[in-house]
């Protein structure tokens, strides 16, 4: 099995602040940091440190090199990773004292991904394989159209959720990785069990996992024969200093763990594991723990 991320690269603007800045307010941060992120590069890391054999796709700009070099430090694939001339993508982070964050996204190269290369790049993949996405990027429509043509499970992670979603095929979604506030975006309902409801009477095919935070993850897989496979997991109990990765490193090792052969539950464990040690952690990328790491804080837990 191989995993193709088709996702963005992005320059990490972090900001320590008192509080996140209000409407017409000065708010001097007491430390800036620049980092490597963007949900795509985040994920792909979280894959390869999970174990994964994962291809990188979509665009980097000039000033991005040290995002590509670090994919491919991390065992990550990059040659589907073509350059551009546009802006390289960047996030202005503020991270308060109690490790909550509000990001701000510019797309810039993440929005410069053609169809020609869409084409390309999935020629070199099919049936058994595994295509991760979320919508930092341009052209999610024709990707999920043309993957799914393929025999390609599609796993979406529908952050930021926008009105760009209205365009892609929910029916040709194989997985749905979502948090709370996404799973009511899409569903309309708050409490998990009714989202999961709206989504499997709208896309009876699909599964989902729904991350809540300090509550822990509750999944729900669609088997063959139609029935629902169900599971919920704790979280772990840490202290929290940067939740920037938590998701990103939830969903590589979930997708790693379950493709993989783990059983559901089995998957979300791991992947809460991985996560509760991220947010320990200052920064996104350089948060995301390695499998044997995650493997040997697990025990005893």
């Known amino acids: 099995m191989k995993v193709l991320n088709f996702g963005s690269l992005n320059l990490d603007y972090v900001y320590h602040v008192d509080h996140f800045v209000k409407p017409g307010e000065t708010l001097s941060a007491e430390a800036q940091t620049l980092n490597a992120g963007g949900k795509g590069l985040n994920q792909s890391i979280a894959l390869a440190r999970a174990g994964a054999e994962v291809y990188h796709a979509g665009c980097v700009g000039s000033t991005g090199r040290m995002l590509k070099e670090l994919l491919e430090e991390n065992g990550v694939n990059t040659v589907h990773l073509l350059p551009t001339d546009a802006m390289q993508g960047n996030a202005v982070i503020q991270v308060v004292p109690s490790g909550e964050n509000s990001i701000l996204l510019f797309g810039g190269s993440n929005q410069a991904v053609k169809k020609a290369q869409v084409d390309e790049t999935l020629a070199a993949f099919g049936p058994g394989d595994v295509l991760v996405l979320q919508n ?166």
Request: aromatic share 10%.
């Open 136 to 301: 930092e990027i341009n052209e999610i429509p024709y990707i999920v159209e043309r993957a799914y043509g393929r025999g390609m499970t599609i796993v979406l992670n529908p952050s930021p959720f926008n009105e760009k979603l209205a365009a892609v095929d929910f029916n040709k979604i194989g997985w749905f990785l979502v948090n709370e506030i996404e799973a009511e975006q899409i569903s309309g309902e708050t409490e998990p069990e009714k989202a999961w409801e709206v989504i499997h009477a709208k896309w009876p095919e699909a599964s989902a996992v729904i991350t809540l935070g300090k509550n822990g993850s509750c999944a729900y897989r669609t088997m063959t024969d139609g029935t629902v496979e169900k599971a919920a997991v704790s979280a772990y109990s840490v202290t929290a200093v940067d939740t920037t990765a938590a998701g990103d490193t939830y969903t590589g090792y979930f997708i790693k763990s379950l493709f993989s052969g783990k059983t559901l539950e089995e998957a979300m464990r791991t992947a809460s594991a991985a996560s509760a040690i991220s947010v320990t952690r200052e920064g996104a990328a350089p948060s995301v723990p390695y499998r044997d790491e995650t493997e040997e804080w697990m025990k005893g837990r």
